[in-house]
């Protein structure tokens, strides 16, 4: 399992980026998928989920009604679509998979396959 994570880039506070996470292989629905993000200085921490169906998400308090966690599973690729950005969304943004994760599963160890990751910078 490979997963490319790309979308990433500068934009001003209060602007919009879509970043996309693809995945190879012919058992995407299989897969649970989740985007992390790791700030310098920081733990890699959890922005949200989504099921293997694409009916159910999560997203952590901190981004909850600005980012949208959706999948299309015809095209094997998850989307992270972050609005209402802010300088503390200022990290590197990877995208994770598992089999056997639960929507509640937040920790970076519950993931197996992770994407290289893509920088997302918001200025002030």
């Known amino acids: 399992v490979q997963l490319q994570a790309s979308g990433g880039g500068l934009v001003q506070a209060g602007g919009s980026l879509r970043l996309s996470c693809a995945h190879s292989g012919r058992t995407f629905t299989s897969y649970t998928i989740a985007w992390f993000r790791q700030a310098p200085g920081k733990e890699r921490e959890s922005v949200g989920s989504?099921?293997?169906?694409?009916?159910?998400?999560l997203h952590a308090e901190s981004v909850k009604g600005r980012f949208t966690i959706s999948r299309d599973n015809a095209k094997n690729t998850v989307y992270l679509q972050m609005n209402s950005l802010k300088p503390e969304d200022t990290a590197v943004y990877y995208c994770a998979a598992e089999v056997s994760a639960a929507m509640a599963d937040t920790t970076t160890r519950s993931y197996t396959y992770w994407g290289q990751g893509t920088q997302v910078t918001v200025s002030s």
């Open positions: 989504i099921s293997k169906s694409g009916g159910t998400t």
